[in-house]
C-alpha cells in the first residue's frame, strides 16, 4: 500500500513541478539546518561515541534472487552550530558481489516503527531538496551522504520536524524495488537521539559561506546595519563583500570591504575597510562624473567570525581615523530567499 501511495504522491509532486509550484530550496524543507554542512560532507565520523552504526549487511545486486553482495553502512550525526540541530550521515561502501548494487530507496518515521512512512533522501552534495541518491551505483570506495527527510508522510497522517529528526527515529533502507524476491522488507535502523556531547560540528567554528550572505543588525545602534555579501567565482573561490551602513556627524555613511581569492571553508576574514568620497546623486545625467572623481581611502579594519547561521561577531578597529575599536554581535534580519542558512530559526 505504501509504495502505491508513493506513487500516485510523485505524480503530484511531477504535475506541480511542471507548473513552477515547486521549489525544492524552499517547500521541500531539509530537517536539518541547510548552512549547517555547506562545503563538503565529512568522511568519517569523529569518534567511536560519535557512531550510530557501522555494520556489514548482504544485499541484492540489481535484479538477483538473493543477497550476494554486501555493503558496509556506517551512520553518525554531525552536529551543527545552531543549538539544538544535527544532520544523519550515511556513509555506503560496496565490500563483496560481482554485481552492481544500488542505492536504495530510503524511509523514515519518528520513533521505533516497523514501516516509515516519510520519503527520505541520500544527498551527496551540501543541498536540499527531493533529488536523492536512491538508484545510483553503490562505490567500493566509501561514499558519504546527508539524510534529508520530507516532512510530510505519504498516506498524509503524520508530520516530521526537525525535533522528531533529532530525537529517536527509524530509518528504512529498501531494496526491494529493484530486486523484489530478495529483498521484499526493508532494512531498518533506529537512530538515536542527537546528544552534542558525542556528535561534535564538522568545524570547531561556524564557517562563512553563501548562506551567511543577508542584511544583520546591532541591538542598541536604531538604523545601522551590514550587508554581506559572500560569492563564489569560477575558479571555486569566494568572495566577501561587507558594506556597513551608519552615520557621521549626523549624516547616513557607509564604509565598505572586500577580499577575493579566498578557500571555501574558511570562519574568519579581517577587510580593509574603505570609506568613498565623491561622485553624484544616481539621477544625475550619465557622464556628469567619471570614476576618477571617486576617491576611496582605508580608514580601519573589520573582522567577520560566524557564530551560527544567525549571528556574526564583529570587530572592528578605526582607531587611525580616531573612531575607536570594539566588538559587537550582529543578529540577522533579512535572509537569502530559497538559500537559507537555517530556515528552522
Given amino acids: 500500500m505504501r509504495y502505491l501511495l508513493l506513487a500516485l504522491t510523485l505524480l503530484i509532486a511531477g504535475r506541480a513541478a511542471a507548473t513552477g509550484e515547486i521549489n525544492v530550496l524552499t517547500d521541500l524543507k531539509s530537517p536539518f539546518p541547510p548552512g549547517c554542512v555547506a562545503v563538503s560532507l565529512p568522511d568519517a565520523p569523529a569518534s567511536t561515541e560519535n557512531t550510530l552504526w557501522n555494520e556489514n549487511i548482504a544485499v541484492p545486486s540489481v535484479g538477483s534472487n538473493s543477497k550476494d553482495a554486501r555493503v558496509q553502512v556506517t551512520i553518525w550525526r554531525t552536529g551543527c552550530h545552531d543549538s539544538g540541530y544535527s544532520v544523519l550521515m550515511v556513509r555506503l561502501q560496496k565490500t563483496s558481489g560481482d554485481f552492481a548494487v544500488l542505492v536504495p530507496k530510503v524511509y523514515a518515521e519518528a520513533g521505533d516503527v516497523d514501516r516509515p512512512m516519510h520519503v527520505a533522501q541520500l544527498l551527496h552534495h551540501p543541498a536540499v531538496g527531493n533529488v536523492g541518491a536512491s538508484a545510483n551505483v553503490i562505490s567500493e570506495a566509501p561514499v558519504t551522504y546527508m539524510l ?158 560566524a557564530l551560527d547561521c544567525n549571528r556574526l561577531l564583529i570587530d572592528y578597529n578605526f582607531s587611525e581615523a580616531g573612531l575607536g575599536s570594539g566588538s559587537l554581535e550582529a543578529d540577522r534580519l533579512v535572509r537569502t530567499a530559497g538559500y537559507d542558512c537555517n530556515p528552522w530559526q
Fill in 148 to 305: 534529508g527527510v520530507d516532512p510530510f508522510s505519504i498516506d498524509g497522517e503524520t508530520e516530521f520536524s526537525p525535533e522528531d529528526y533529532n530525537d529517536v527515529f527509524t530509518l528504512e533502507f529498501f531494496w526491494g524495488d529493484f530486486s523484489p524476491f530478495a529483498a521484499p522488507k526493508g532494512e531498518l535502523f533506529l537512530i538515536e537521539p542527537y546528544v552534542p556531547e558525542f556528535d561534535p560540528p564538522q568545524n570547531e567554528f561556524q564557517v562563512l559561506h553563501g548562506r551567511m550572505s543577508g542584511q544583520y543588525v546591532f541591538e542598541g545602534l536604531p538604523n545601522n546595519g551590514l550587508f554581506l555579501q559572500i560569492g563564489e567565482k569560477f575558479d571555486d573561490t569566494n568572495t566577501i563583500t561587507a558594506t556597513f551602513f551608519t552615520y557621521m556627524n549626523g549624516k547616513p555613511f557607509w564604509v565598505v570591504g572586500a577580499k577575493d581569492k579566498l578557500e571555501p571553508g574558511f570562519d574568519i576574514v579581517t577587510l580593509d575597510m574603505l570609506e568613498v568620497e565623491g561622485g553624484e546623486f544616481f539621477s544625475v545625467p550619465p557622464g556628469s562624473y567619471t570614476g576618477d572623481d571617486v576617491s576611496w581611502e582605508s580608514i580601519g579594519t573589520l573582522t567577520i567570525e
